[in-house]
């Protein structure tokens, strides 16, 4: 709900506009072509080739005004950032002068003017025009004064998440995330290219919701009369190309589980998805390595960078523990050793770690790994040997079948990606989809469902394959030392107002 003071204010823009319209002016002109930008600008300054016969058009937001009878100062806000601009009536003339002193702050504006530099050193836009491009009509936060206290007028993250195209506007680090979260996807998708990847597109809606454990999203499409999931992950799609003969693939794409929200999770999320035929999980620890330190790197992040109050270093090779050991490590708990679910639950109750909906031992090992190792896993570490249970898509290892050529990449507390040998037995696939049916029957429903067709996929022969998936939001928390992953999502997911 608006304030007094808001409304006030609200209601004396709309009738700005009406006072222009009035005038025969349009307060929302059909269209403006900048021609410059403001750093752009600033960096290619030389004063002796500047003057009134060298015009530039701009556009952006006022940032501020000072009028002072005649003249006036003020600062534009572009896409690049900040220009001080000087209006003076004389230049203008008098309406086009009148109407800049009636601007808001916050108006999108079109100027045009020359370059000078001021007395103070301040590179400046003279400005020759202004047109009104479209009235900020609601006024944005601003530090505010009530009751003798200082605050933050917009200082909610609940509100920054929900009207983030606010939150982009008045917070420059905010922008400059977002910038940056560009940049690293590109960063990912020239790495993949270079190393001989081909991107693909995969279907997000699917008859079969597989590739990960997790509970989907379900829609129905009325011509088919059918029940469809959005796609958990794409992997059986990507690994169905491999079999097609499409030896390195990789999708940047949108996933969607029907989970809790949390600062790590969002039910929306990107994940970058690469296969690689001849490629075993050693190949695809290799390839994580090397395209983590080499996005940082060509982001201008280097080796080693603070995220929060620690500093991380990301210089290869990183360590390897195994699940069993490092579980070990930090509970006391060998999980190797315990032979029925109620020893495994009494272990983990004993550790302070709540398993009761756990069906599996396995799968109260994986909550105690959630709650007494993940945290601690702050430098970059590969936690491999996963058991074969919570792994139903990946080979077994030759010298023990209970565990699984697979790994999973922590850094700063958190999981980034999932990566392994990729099973390619049609028989041994087809049991342990059986299992994962009577696990979801046993009421597990994030447990897989039984995918036929990609058993008859694996029937035609799938070479030795590697794949990786990496959490492309948490990759960019780790980047831009961001600790929720709401603040890498443009427009998380929020209840109605």
Same mark, same amino acid.
């Given at each position: 709900?608006?304030?007094?003071?808001?409304?006030?204010?609200?209601?004396?823009?709309?009738?700005?506009?009406?006072?222009?319209?009035?005038?025969?002016?349009?307060?929302?002109p059909l269209r403006f072509f900048p021609s410059a930008k403001s750093q752009d600008l600033i960096d290619s300054f030389q004063e002796d080739s500047e003057g009134p016969s060298k015009t530039y058009k701009l556009g952006g937001r006022l940032q501020s005004k000072r009028v002072m009878g005649k003249a006036s100062f003020g600062h534009l806000k572009d896409v690049q950032g900040l220009i001080q601009i000087y209006a003076a009536r004389d230049d203008m003339g008098e309406e086009n002068y009148k109407i800049?002193?009636?601007?808001?702050?916050?108006?999108?504006?079109?100027?045009?003017?020359?370059?000078?530099?001021?007395? &103070?050193?301040? /590179? =400046?836009? !003279?400005? *020759?025009?202004?047109?009104? @491009?479209?009235?900020? $009509?609601? #006024?944005?936060?601003?530090?505010?004064?009530?009751?003798?206290?200082?605050?933050?007028?917009?200082?909610?993250?609940?509100?920054?998440?929900?009207?983030?195209?606010?939150?982009?506007?008045?917070?420059?680090?905010?922008?400059?995330?977002?910038?940056?979260?560009?940049?690293?996807?590109?960063?990912?998708?020239?790495?993949?290219?270079?190393?001989?990847?081909?991107?693909?597109?995969?279907?997000?809606?699917?008859?079969?919701?597989?590739?990960?454990?997790? &509970?989907?999203? /379900? =829609?129905? !499409?009325? *011509?088919?009369?059918?029940? @469809?999931?959005?796609? $958990?992950? #794409?992997?059986?799609?990507?690994?169905?190309?491999?079999?097609?003969?499409?030896?390195?693939?990789?999708?940047?794409?949108?996933?969607?589980?029907?989970?809790?929200?949390?600062?790590?999770?969002?039910?929306?999320?990107?994940?970058?998805?690469?296969?690689?035929?001849?490629?075993?999980?050693?190949?695809?620890?290799?390839?994580?390595?090397?395209?983590?330190?080499?996005?940082?790197?060509?982001?201008?992040?280097?080796?080693?960078?603070?995220?929060?109050?620690?500093?991380?270093?990301?210089?290869?090779?990183?360590?390897?523990?195994?699940?069993?050991?490092? $579980?070990?490590?930090?509970?006391?708990?060998?999980?190797?050793?315990?032979?029925?679910?109620?020893?495994?639950?009494?272990?983990?109750?004993?550790?302070?770690?709540?398993?009761?909906?756990?069906?599996?031992?396995?799968?109260?090992?994986?909550?105690?790994?959630?709650?007494?190792?993940?945290?601690?896993?702050?430098?970059?570490?590969?936690?491999?040997?996963?058991?074969?249970?919570?792994?139903?898509?990946?080979?077994?290892?030759?010298?023990?079948?209970?565990?699984?050529?697979?790994?999973?990449?922590?850094?700063?507390?958190?999981?980034?990606?999932?990566?392994?040998?990729?099973?390619?037995?049609?028989?041994?696939?087809?049991?342990?989809?059986?299992?994962?049916?009577?696990?979801?029957?046993?009421?597990?429903?994030?447990?897989?469902?039984?995918?036929?067709?990609?058993?008859?996929?694996?029937?035609?022969?799938?070479?030795?394959?590697?794949?990786?998936?990496?959490?492309?939001?948490?990759?960019?928390?780790?980047?831009?030392?961001?600790?929720?992953?709401?603040?890498?999502?443009?427009?998380?997911?929020?209840?109605?107002?």
């Open positions: 709900m608006e304030d007094k003071e808001t409304n006030e204010l609200i209601k004396q823009r709309i009738q700005k506009i009406e006072d222009l319209k009035s005038q025969g002016v349009n307060p929302y800049f002193k009636t601007l808001d702050l916050g108006d999108q504006i079109g100027i045009e003017g020359y370059l000078f530099k001021t007395q &103070k050193g301040e /590179i =400046t836009l !003279h400005l *020759t025009s202004v047109t009104l @491009l479209a009235k900020c $009509i609601r #006024p944005l936060p601003s530090v505010k004064e009530k009751d003798g206290v200082v605050y933050d007028a917009f200082s909610d993250v609940e509100q920054r998440y929900r009207m983030r195209y606010v939150d982009l506007v008045v917070n420059d680090h905010v922008r400059k995330t977002f910038q940056m979260r560009s940049r690293i996807v590109q960063e990912i998708r020239n790495f993949l290219v270079k190393e001989g990847f081909l991107e693909v597109e995969t279907p997000m809606m699917q008859v079969i919701a597989g590739g990960a454990a997790a &509970k989907p999203f /379900i =829609t129905h !499409h009325n *011509t088919l009369d059918m029940d @469809l999931f959005l796609r $958990i992950a #794409p992997e059986l799609y990507l690994k169905r190309l491999i079999v097609g003969g499409m030896d390195r693939v990789f999708e940047l794409n949108r996933n969607f589980r029907n989970e809790g929200i949390s600062t790590k999770h969002n039910p929306e999320f990107t994940m970058m998805e690469a296969y690689m035929a001849y490629g075993d999980m050693e190949s695809m620890l290799q390839l994580t390595e090397k395209m983590i330190t080499t996005v940082a790197q060509n982001i201008g992040l280097g080796m080693k960078f603070a995220y929060g109050k620690e500093m991380i270093d990301i210089s290869p090779p990183w360590k390897r523990q195994s699940y069993v050991g490092i $579980i070990k490590e930090y509970s006391g708990i060998d999980f190797a050793s315990i032979s029925s679910l109620e020893e495994a639950k009494t272990k983990a109750r004993e550790a302070k770690v709540d398993s009761s909906s756990a069906t599996t031992i396995w799968k109260v090992a994986d909550d105690v790994f959630s709650e007494l190792v993940e945290p601690h896993l702050i430098q970059p570490i590969f936690i491999v040997d996963f058991p074969k249970e919570i792994s139903p898509l990946a080979k077994a290892r030759d010298d023990d079948p209970n565990y699984v050529e697979r790994f999973e990449p922590y850094v700063a507390g958190r999981e980034i990606g999932n990566a392994f040998s990729e099973l390619n037995d049609p028989f041994d696939q087809k049991e342990r989809f059986e299992d994962q049916v009577k696990q979801r029957e046993a009421g597990d429903d994030e447990a897989f469902m039984m995918d036929e067709d990609y058993v008859r996929a694996l029937e035609y022969g799938m070479p030795p394959t590697g794949g990786l998936g990496i959490g492309i939001d948490r990759l960019v928390m780790l980047f831009t030392n961001s600790h929720s992953i709401r603040d890498t999502i443009l427009f998380p997911l929020m209840r109605p107002e």
